[in-house]
């Protein structure tokens, strides 16, 4: 499947896996730091939908970018990495070669 973009827009370019994964351990740091860290969600979280909505933009960026908030602001749900899973999404999604991914059947001998 091709995807198509209207002439007079760009694509966003795919971010780095680094920074998915760097910006993925910042929200989880909050599991680190006993009694602060649900506290400082709630400075996290406004940030992290507006890093995420930057970072990926269009529809999958506000979408996202609503889901990283929350996912971000109720507690106990840190442990998600959106910004990771996120962009392999975008890495299938951009890929030239759109088959269903393959599952590998490993036969005992």
């Known amino acids: 499947m091709k995807i198509s973009y209207p002439e007079n827009t760009q694509p966003k370019p795919l ?3 680094a920074t998915c994964i760097l ?3 910042v929200g989880m740091l909050s599991f680190s730091l006993p ?3 649900e506290f400082s ?3 996290w979280a406004p940030l992290s939908g507006l890093i995420y909505y930057r970072m990926f933009g269009g529809r999958m960026g506000i979408l996202g970018g609503m889901f ?3 996912e971000e602001i109720l507690p106990f749900t840190d442990i998600i990495p959106t910004f990771t899973l996120s962009w ?3 890495q299938r999604q951009i890929s ?3 088959r269903p ?3 590998i059947v490993i036969n005992p001998k």
Do not use: C, E
Request: hydrophobic share 50%; net charge neutral.
């Open 15 to 17: 971010p780095h896996l």
């Open 23 to 25: 910006l993925d351990a």
């Open 35 to 37: 009694f602060i860290g």
């Open 41 to 43: 969600d709630a400075v």
């Open 68 to 70: 990283s908030f929350l």
């Open 88 to 90: 392999l999404l975008r």
């Open 96 to 98: 030239k070669d759109s």
């Open 101 to 103: 991914l393959k599952t």
